[in-house]
């Protein structure tokens, strides 16, 4: 197990080092708030990526955004979203999230799937990345809504408790899929494998939802507590959403009218 969680640790460095760096040697007055306590020291020539995006670059920045400076950003990284999945081998559940915030609000967000693909054959492209901005989109996929009239619930795979699923229970689901990592549940949600997003539990970060929220929201999904709060993500704020997670790509509401009360009592925001 040690074992597992070392390889976790090395590869949760290494990339949020590379990300974190490389964010500011291009942007250094951004905030940038990652996952792992990393030491300040010098990070490697070869970890810092200094390219860009041509096709990125192209699209017209949202009016509402071209005035922003850039000390009023902030980066939120989470370098390995599923770890645990990633330890054991479930490679298809691990992303990197990316997020960017102006005001507390999600506004734009980067989830990578490194492993995409990864069981299709050797002549399979691996890997992808989806990303969005409000206002503008989101791209690297296919926007699919879940099938009409069903419920299929998507939530944790490694937390799950009796609150967690007391809650999904009185959903009255038609299908409950588990997989790990909130980049990879916002997937399903964007993809139409899962309506609905529902985590009643403490213990996911603010460097998990916020790029999957700007993603989600940029094509007309919601997310929010399981109270229906809005996450803020300006610097300041506690990194644990304590309230849980409830997410749609359509019908939101229908979904956050049938939360339990006993189960938002069990959680305070």
Same mark, same amino acid.
């Not at 009023?72 to 390995?80: F, G, K, R, Y």
């Not at 990592?181 to 916002?186: E, L, M, Q, V, Y």
């Not at 229908?254 to 339990?260: K, L, N, T, V």
């Given at each position: 197990q040690t074992?597992? &969680?070392?390889? !976790?640790?090395? #590869? /949760?460095?290494?990339? !949020? ?13 951004v *905030? ?7 030491? %300040? ?6 970890l810092?990526? /200094?390219?860009?995006c ?5 699209k +017209?920045?949202? %009016? !509402?955004y ?5 000390e ?9 979203d599923? *770890? ?16 960017i915030?102006?005001?507390g ?7 990578? !799937? +490194?492993?995409? &693909? ?9 890997g $992808?990345?989806?990303?969005?901005? @409000?206002g ?9 809504? #879940? ?14 408790s =009796?609150?967690?699923n007391?809650?999904?229970? #009185?959903?009255k689901? /038609?299908?409950?899929?588990?997989v ?8 399903q949600?964007?993809?139409?494998? =899962? ?12 460097? /998990? *939802?916020c790029?999957?929220?700007?993603? @989600? ?7 929010t ?8 993500? &300006?610097?300041?704020?506690?990194h ?9 790509? $359509? &019908?939101?509401d ?5 939360? %339990?009360n006993?189960?938002?009592q069990?959680?305070v925001?």
């Open positions: 074992g597992a &969680n070392d390889l !976790q640790t090395k #590869a /949760d460095r290494m990339v !949020q080092m590379s990300i974190c760096a490389s964010l500011a040697r291009k942007f250094p007055k *905030t940038i708030i990652g996952e792992e306590e990393l030491p %300040p020291h010098d990070v490697a020539e070869e810092i990526e /200094d390219g860009h041509e096709e990125i670059l192209k +017209p920045c949202p %009016p !509402q071209t005035g922003i400076k850039e009023e950003l902030v980066i939120w990284v989470d370098p390995l599923g *770890t645990k999945e990633y330890t054991e081998g479930l490679l298809d559940h691990v992303t990197v999230l990316i997020g915030a102006y005001g609000k999600a506004i734009a967000g980067v989830i990578n !799937q +490194p492993y995409y &693909n990864y069981e299709a054959g050797a002549d399979a492209v691996l $992808r990345t989806i990303w969005g901005v @409000l503008m989109g989101a791209f690297g996929f296919e926007l699919t809504e #879940a099938p009409a009239g069903k419920h299929i619930i998507v939530t944790t795979r490694s937390h799950s =009796a609150l967690v007391d809650c999904i229970t #009185a959903l689901p /038609d299908t409950v899929i588990r790990g990592g909130a980049g990879n549940k916002i997937i949600l964007i993809e139409g494998k =899962a309506s609905a997003y529902v985590f009643a539990s403490p213990g996911c970060k603010k460097w /998990d *939802t790029a999957p929220e700007a993603i @989600l929201h940029a094509v007309g999904g919601k997310i507590d399981i109270h229906g709060n809005s996450f803020h993500y &300006n610097k300041e704020v506690k644990m959403n304590s309230a849980g997670v409830l997410a749609a790509l $359509r &019908n939101y229908y979904y956050a009218s049938r939360i %339990p006993t189960v938002k069990s959680l925001p």
